[in-house]
């Protein structure tokens, strides 16, 4: 093997990332709790150099290096680009809801950054073993990140339930992952996808293989009938851990869908768009259905998350490159609504005491008009109301789907999503027209207030001018 075969040129930023992440590590062990604020500027100084080295990379293409391994494309650039801005800002929204938990450990965003590089390993896959490795870097983190406050017993239910079951779809994947290697010879996603055309009477093992690793990639991603682990984990998880799984690792999830259905295994399309529509309708239904007998809002937003990892689906499984670009679209834009809505969370939190419940929205406009107003239109982006951008996400997945002559799917999809309008007008009626039951003040540091009122308000930009996210997804494909 040469250095030319390796090329780490390729995996600069993930190598930069790594190294920072254990001088972290260190550096934490060594200074006091009242210095952990150089731990916090350490990480994101961290996520900057990476999203830095990022932006140097030349795009010549697509380079494969490590023997086959690793992919780096456009694809992988820009969704690496979002995870690093993602994460950041959840680092930032974290920072006093930690301090005011006593939880404000250096531990928290050096599993944080761990987290990262799995995710951004998983983005450029280009085998099994590398996703499968990246996938598992990125779980083990979120494990111990759900668990992270110790001495909550919520915390450590949810931490044992995600584990669990998390061991279980880690099997699914790596014996699905198995019966595709033993038939094919190959580890490589491309020289898979060669195989696959050439199979004959192996097909059919093939097939069987991708059944469990769909079980899988279902279960990572929280599609109905594996997202039995959403509600219980987004709940028990103190709010900026559910923050933090709730966004960038969407994005990581759909390129490892990307990578394995599309890039692996395209000739099997037939064969996986099936079971995908089975997903997505019953993600759809079940998400919005339940989403609305949900009193606490982390768990609303669970369920939600449910509803939309089904349109994400849906836009996969029509299976043309402009259906990819709307789906990955789609993942941005959702990612980016979960941000601002968990950090509002965080925004109306104190110590001891957690605003998490519906209730504790009641009045909200009395108290700040401003976060209000944030608030409702997230809520109206969620539910795809126009002039926010999650209009135009879910239009662009139902035109795709009406172009495919799948009327009767775009009509459940839509069905679904008149109901899923109920729960999210409730927030607002809840700010707008009830009676105020909390009258503490909001406090939180003006960073974050600055930030979350960008995030939000982006949000509104983009439903107004959805165009140049629109392209940049649209060329990718």
Not at 438 to 443: A, E, I
């Amino acid at each position: 093997m040469t250095l030319e075969a390796l090329n780490y040129l390729t995996a600069l930023p993930e190598i930069f990332l790594l190294g920072m992440a254990c001088l972290v590590l260190v550096v934490d062990a060594f200074i006091s709790d009242d210095k952990r604020d150089f731990s916090y500027l350490l990480s994101q100084i961290t996520l900057l150099g990476t999203f830095v080295l990022l932006l140097m990379a030349p795009i010549d293409g697509r380079v494969v290096s490590f023997n086959g391994m690793f992919v780096q494309d456009s694809l992988s650039i820009a969704l690496k680009l979002f995870i690093l801005v993602l994460s950041l800002v959840v680092f930032l929204y974290s920072r006093d809801y930690l301090k005011d938990r006593n939880i404000f450990k250096g531990e928290y965003y050096v599993l944080g950054l761990f987290a990262v590089l799995g995710m951004m390993l998983m983005v450029s896959a280009n085998n099994l073993l590398m996703i499968y490795l990246g996938l598992e870097l990125l779980s083990l983190c979120l494990y111990a990140m759900v668990a992270f406050n110790r001495n909550n017993g919520n915390a450590s239910e949810a931490a044992m339930k995600y584990f669990v079951l998390g061991a279980i779809a880690s099997g699914m994947l790596l014996y699905g992952m198995s019966l595709l290697y033993g038939l094919t010879g190959s580890l490589v996603i491309t020289e898979i996808a060669v195989e696959i055309t050439q199979a004959g009477d192996a097909r059919i093992g093939m097939v069987f293989g991708l059944v469990f690793i769909l079980v899988a990639l279902a279960f990572k991603l929280g599609a109905v009938p594996f997202h039995m682990w959403v509600p219980d984990v987004y709940h028990g998880s103190p709010t900026a851990v559910t923050a933090f799984i709730g966004t960038a690792p969407k994005l990581a999830g759909f390129a490892m869908i990307f990578r394995l259905l599309v890039e692996g295994m395209g000739d099997l399309q037939a064969d996986w768009q099936q079971i995908l529509m089975i997903l997505a309708v019953l993600s759809m239904a079940t998400g919005n259905v339940i989403a609305i007998a949900q009193s606490n809002i982390k768990r609303m937003l669970a369920y939600s998350t449910i509803s939309h990892v089904g349109f994400i689906l849906t836009g996969i499984l029509v299976a043309t490159p402009e259906s990819y670009s709307y789906a990955m679209f789609y993942t941005i834009t959702y990612a980016m609504m979960s941000l601002a809505a968990f950090g509002i969370i965080m925004l109306l939190a104190r110590k001891g005491f957690e605003a998490d419940n519906l209730d504790d929205f009641r009045g909200l406009n009395q108290r700040s008009p401003w976060f209000a107003f944030l608030m409702m239109v997230l809520m109206l982006s969620m539910a795809g109301i126009p002039p926010t951008v999650g209009f135009w996400a879910k239009l662009a997945i139902l035109q795709m789907v009406v172009q495919m002559g799948w009327l009767w799917l775009a009509l459940i999809a839509v069905f679904f999503s008149i109901i899923g309008v109920f729960y999210y007008l409730r927030v607002i009626k809840l700010m707008y027209f009830d009676e105020v039951v909390d009258d503490q003040p909001l406090s939180c540091s003006r960073d974050m207030q600055i930030t979350l009122s960008t995030n939000a308000i982006l949000v509104l930009a983009l439903g107004l001018y959805p165009a140049g996210l629109m392209a940049l997804c649209l060329s990718i494909f």
